[in-house]
């Protein structure tokens, strides 16, 4: 004989889907503050902006993130420098050219942050880093130095294999990041005044800097790489 069927309990239910709820608030006043810091800048959003925006309460946040400069160093470890522990291992396991894996990184970033809202960090930290030393020094630990280490690490493997030649890695390390900060603030701001005539394709820009970068200006040397489409537009 089956055993008969209870509804559930009601309070039971209840006290799940707040359980539910408390996991998921972290990542949704992530999401918020994300928002509000690329729309506003760091100065200009206010804790309970970022609360409201995720449904809380201010003391809810502080609950989670005890100072709006915790919150910022939480939004760009998920975003933005929690990205290179995936990268490395990536790189460790690529087998192709150098000019290969430079390429893969360079469009590999730009998927997985330059086209995301998270690029709109860069513009944030440009204009802003000098009134905020903390958050400077932060991002600088974080993010910029990380990025130098791993665009080094490629330059020195197409050095040793020869496939490079020997170069100041101090200085060129910029030439691979400038045209992906370029990118970024045509994307949050440069954009805005370009001629209306002038449509920025980020996949054909990233690839004409790549191939400037192997093969220069001058001469008739050979493309290193072939474009593959990229997944989607920003």
């Known amino acids: 004989m ?9 309070l039971a239910e209840s006290q799940a889907k707040r359980e539910r709820r408390k996991e998921a608030r972290p990542g949704e006043l992530l999401a918020a503050a994300l928002d509000l ?14 609360a409201a925006r995720a449904g809380v309460s201010k003391g ?3 609950l989670y993130f005890v100072s709006k400069e915790e919150l910022f160093k939480a939004v760009v470890r998920e975003n933005i420098s929690g990205r290179f522990t995936e990268w490395e291992a990536e790189l460790n396991n690529f087998t192709g ?17 330059g086209m995301t809202k998270a690029s709109g960090i ?35 493997r197409g050095i040793e294999r020869g496939e490079f030649r020997v170069l100041d890695l101090d200085h060129a390390v910029y030439s691979v990041i400038a045209p992906m900060i370029f990118l970024m603030m ?11 005539s002038f449509d920025m394709q980020p996949d054909l820009f990233i690839t004409q800097q790549i191939e400037l970068l192997l093969n220069g200006l001058t001469g008739k040397a050979e493309r290193a790489v072939t474009r593959p489409p990229l997944s989607s537009q920003p």
Do not use: D
């Open 37 to 50: 810091f690329v729309e506003k800048g760091f100065a200009a959003t206010r804790a309970e902006e970022v």
């Open 2 to 10: 089956p055993l008969p069927k209870f509804p559930c309990c009601p």
């Open 186 to 196: 045509w994307k949050h701001s440069v954009g805005a005044c370009a001629p209306a």
């Open 60 to 62: 809810t946040l502080f």
């Open 97 to 113: 050219t150098t000019p290969e894996m430079l390429a893969y990184a360079m469009r590999s970033w730009w998927e997985r942050v």
């Open 122 to 156: 860069t513009k944030l930290m440009m204009s802003e880093a000098r009134n905020f030393p903390e958050i400077a020094s932060f991002y600088q630990a974080e993010v910029i130095l990380p990025g130098h280490q791993l665009i080094r690490r490629i330059l020195e």
